[in-house]
């Protein structure tokens, strides 16, 4: 190929073909460079001239393509991916790439494969929370109400730090992030906690049943399970919304 290059991952020798109809950013297909035993994942770019309007649109197309690529990709072999929008000039341009970071490429590989990441988010009513408009309530209702919504939000953060201690020890490592809550619009929750863990494909079946386990205990919160999927907070980036 010639021409600029989307680039999604490095990764070791597929186990298996990637799927034929998969396609990545603009629907190009993806492509496989071989550099010394490492593979490169790209495809061409897409020729794109959004307008400013669009242009929110198109990045988060953008985002899911990559992520697309991505994903089938860790059906196949463990790859390590590379941020949304990665770009090079040409296919000399990704390989002088990949030597210049061989190593350390080589080193981050070794220690992701196998491995898979797994994002839990954890919400606790918020402490906003009112189901009337306070009329007839007298202060001492108001009181009483507030000071049970502190307790039930000391509970939620002290059960979420116990349940992030617990999910840490089966891990191998974790990312914690300050807690997102969900839009006013959507529910009356907060974040409490918002973590990522790198476990090994083999403890993955205990870490979903330690998972549902909490979800049966924990007082009054709700408890959000992403993946497996690819190590994108251990790859030295944020996480990705």
Same mark, same amino acid.
């Given at each position: 190929?010639?021409?600029?290059?989307?680039?999604?991952?490095?990764?070791?020798?597929?186990?298996?073909?990637?799927?034929?109809?998969?396609?990545?950013?603009?629907?190009?297909?993806? @492509?496989l460079l071989h550099h010394h035993g490492l593979v490169v994942v790209v495809s061409a770019v897409p020729e794109a001239d959004p307008s400013p309007e669009a242009l929110p649109d198109w990045l988060a197309a953008t985002v899911?393509?990559?992520?697309?690529?991505?994903? @089938?990709?860790s059906t196949v072999t463990t790859p390590l991916p590379l941020p949304p929008a990665t770009l090079y000039r040409d296919d000399s341009a990704v390989r002088a790439m990949l030597e210049a970071r061989e190593d350390d490429f080589r080193l981050r590989l070794h220690r992701l494969h196998g491995r898979v990441e797994w994002g839990v988010r954890l919400y606790a009513a918020s402490d906003d929370d009112d189901d009337g408009d306070g009329s007839g309530a007298g202060a001492g209702d108001s009181d009483r109400g507030e000071a049970e919504g502190a307790e039930a939000g000391e509970a939620a953060e002290a059960f979420a730090r116990t349940l992030h201690q617990a999910l840490a020890w089966l891990a191998e490592d974790s990312r914690l992030w300050a807690p997102r809550s969900p839009a006013p619009a959507e529910t009356a929750e907060r974040g409490v906690l918002d973590a990522a863990y790198l476990v090994p494909r083999a403890r993955s079946e205990e870490f979903v049943e330690m998972i549902e386990r909490a979800r049966a205990e924990g007082p009054g919160v709700r408890i959000e399970l992403v993946g497996p999927r690819a190590a994108y907070s251990f790859t030295g980036g944020e996480p990705w919304a």
């Open positions: 190929m010639t021409g600029p290059r989307y680039v999604y991952a490095v990764c070791r020798p597929l186990d298996a073909p990637l799927q034929v109809q998969l396609t990545g950013v603009g629907g190009a297909p993806p @492509a899911r393509a990559h992520r697309g690529v991505v994903d @089938a990709l």
